[in-house]
């Protein structure tokens, strides 16, 4: 995030080894004003729009080729770079 110089767009930045819902809703506090961004569209992406939130699909990695299974596995938003990420954080700074 520092080396990319992104970090002032973010109030919360974790990484943890399980998502669930209830991480999730604990680290946003219930708020909607949420980008999820995740590589991984069974996970991140899932979870994120399950609670409503903005989502963004990070295709790089071992998940770049996913195909979603669901409605829920589809994000908003999707990314082959993470720092085509600052034109939609500031799309919805408006």
Known sequence: MEELDIRQYFQKILFVKE?????????????KDVIVVGDSIGDEIKIGNQLGFITVWLKKGMFATAIPKDADEVAKFELSDINELEKIISFYEK
């Open 19 to 31: 998502k669930s819902k209830q991480i999730f809703s604990e680290i946003t506090d219930a708020a």
